[in-house]
């Protein structure tokens, strides 16, 4: 893809990025989630707001990061070779992992301990603990990290046994885009019969039941950068996408008064329910309507960046890394403020997504760093 065109994808990485913050600093203020530090109970109205939110962020956010990662795998690869290649990213995505579980993540679970639990013990006693109970990685978000990591392995011996074979594929048509959806509700709806939402694999810290859709999304975005796919999807499918995204965003209110009447979402998890069947194609056709209009929303009209965007698009993927102990760090500083929580999500977004993309650049700014982050 030409060099001018790379923008509306750096620009998606950007979007994506600050979503993940707020979806996180949601659960802080009330969303349901399981998160490091959590801070009251909302009312019904901001429950169903929070959960309208968050269902839409879940459906397509981690999806469109990992077909973003195998749409950039394939020419990487080409260029470097499966040793250099390999090596470049377990650079990349290894360190910042082994970080996260050895400091990061003991760091926030004793900060969370001494200011919420009352924890009066030194450090050294807490992390004595911590790692004597250790029963699973400490990744917080950065499973998406290990998962990449662990698909990244996984192209290189694909590649290593393939002989190189390289075939086009051209962009598909709309209908291929429905099967493709069909197919990953009726996997995941599969799947979570026996692994419900909320079940993870607690050693590797990963949540099983969303991955067929990450799993797709990887080989789909491989396949899009052979056919730059990004670059000849039609605009007549992006607005098609676009409005179906809409209708389906707003099936959820439907769904939710269907299928939980009473408030208990439990059905919609996992297991042999329609609310289970339903809520995986929900989130399928999701994934893919918005993934599909995006894409042509930002490169036909957010094809370009300055200097604040290419900042930020350059601080990205440190801000992803960081953003946990930053917005729990930052809740904790402002615990005592006692307003209505989804108020208090609505005026510290601003400042959460602002601390995060700037301490991000400014350790950035430490030497070696760039050629990590």
Same mark, same amino acid.
């Given at each position: 893809?030409?060099?001018?065109?790379?923008?509306?994808?750096?620009?998606?990485?950007?979007?994506?990025?600050?979503?993940?913050?707020?979806?996180?600093?949601?659960?802080?203020?009330?969303?349901?989630?399981?998160?490091?530090?959590?801070?009251?109970?909302?009312?019904?109205?901001?429950?169903?707001?929070?959960?309208?939110?968050?269902?839409?962020?879940?459906?397509?956010?981690?999806?469109?990061?990992?077909?973003?990662?195998?749409?950039?795998?394939?020419?990487?690869?080409?260029?470097?070779?499966?040793?250099?290649?390999?090596?470049?990213?377990?650079?990349?995505?290894?360190?910042?992992?082994?970080?996260?579980?050895?400091?990061?993540?003991?760091?926030?679970?004793?900060?969370?301990?001494?200011?919420?639990?009352?924890?009066?013990?030194?450090?050294?006693?807490?992390?004595?603990?911590?790692?004597?109970?250790?029963?699973?990685?400490?990744?917080?978000?950065?499973?998406?990290?290990?998962?990449?990591?662990?698909?990244?392995?996984?192209?290189?011996?694909?590649? $290593?046994?393939? !002989?190189?074979? &390289?075939?086009?594929?051209?962009?598909?048509?709309? %209908? =291929?885009?429905? *099967?493709?959806? +069909?197919?990953?509700?009726?996997?995941?709806?599969?799947?979570?019969?026996?692994?419900?939402?909320?079940?993870?694999?607690?050693?590797?810290?990963?949540?099983?039941?969303?991955?067929?859709?990450?799993?797709?999304?990887?080989?789909?975005?491989?396949?899009?950068?052979?056919?730059?796919?990004?670059?000849? $999807?039609?605009? !007549?499918?992006? &607005?098609?996408?676009?409005?179906?995204?809409?209708? %389906? =965003?707003?099936? *959820?209110?439907? +769904?939710?008064?269907?299928?939980?009447?009473?408030?208990?979402?439990?059905?919609?998890?996992?297991?042999?329910?329609?609310?289970?069947?339903?809520?995986?194609?929900?989130?399928?056709?999701?994934?893919?309507?918005?993934?599909?209009?995006?894409?042509?929303?930002?490169?036909?009209?957010?094809?370009?960046?300055?200097?604040?965007?290419?900042?930020?698009?350059?601080?990205?993927?440190?801000?992803? %890394?960081?953003?946990?102990?930053?917005?729990?760090?930052?809740?904790?500083?402002?615990?005592?403020?006692?307003?209505?929580?989804?108020?208090?999500?609505?005026?510290?977004?601003?400042?959460?997504?602002?601390?995060?993309?700037?301490?991000?650049?400014?350790?950035?700014?430490?030497?070696?760093?760039?050629?990590?982050?």
């Amino acid at each position: 893809m030409p060099k001018e065109r790379v923008y509306f994808i750096d620009n998606i990485r950007v979007l994506l990025t600050v979503l993940i913050i707020l979806h996180h600093l949601a659960i802080t203020y009330g969303a349901p989630g399981d998160w490091y530090y959590q801070e009251g109970q909302p009312g019904l109205l901001s429950l169903l707001l929070y959960a309208i939110f968050t269902g839409i962020n879940q459906a397509f956010i981690m999806g469109f990061f990992f077909l973003l990662s195998g749409y950039f795998t394939p020419g990487s690869y080409d260029r470097k070779g499966a040793g250099p290649f390999f090596n470049a990213r377990l650079l990349r995505l290894g360190i910042p992992l082994l970080f996260y579980i050895i400091v990061i993540d003991p760091l926030v679970t004793y900060a969370r301990a001494v200011i919420i639990r009352g924890f009066t013990g030194s450090i050294f006693n807490y992390l004595g603990d911590y790692f004597g109970n250790y029963k699973g990685l400490g990744t917080g978000p950065l499973w998406f990290v290990e998962a990449l990591l662990i698909f990244t392995s996984i192209y290189v011996l694909w590649r $290593l046994i393939s !002989k190189g074979i &390289k075939q086009d594929v051209k962009v598909p048509r709309n %209908i =291929a885009f429905v *099967l493709f959806a +069909l197919l990953l509700g009726v996997v995941s709806f599969t799947v979570r019969i026996w692994l419900p939402l909320g079940w993870t694999f607690i050693p590797l810290g990963l949540q099983l039941p969303y991955f067929p859709q990450y799993i797709g999304m990887f080989i789909i975005g491989t396949l899009a950068y052979r056919g730059n796919w990004f670059v000849h $999807l039609s605009k !007549k499918s992006g &607005k098609l996408w676009l409005w179906i995204a809409i209708i %389906i =965003a707003l099936l *959820l209110l439907v +769904l939710i008064f269907l299928g939980a009447p009473e408030g208990d979402a439990t059905r919609f998890r996992g297991g042999r329910h329609w609310q289970a069947f339903a809520f995986a194609l929900w989130e399928q056709f999701l994934c893919v309507a918005l993934i599909v209009a995006l894409s042509v929303l930002f490169r036909e009209g957010c094809n370009r960046q300055g200097k604040l965007g290419k900042t930020m698009a350059a601080s990205a993927y440190t801000a992803y %890394i960081f953003h946990a102990p930053i917005i729990v760090l930052l809740a904790f500083a402002l615990r005592k403020i006692e307003i209505e929580l989804i108020l208090k999500f609505v005026l510290v977004a601003p400042l959460a997504i602002f601390l995060c993309f700037s301490i991000s650049m400014l350790i950035r700014m430490l030497p070696f760093t760039k050629r990590i982050l």
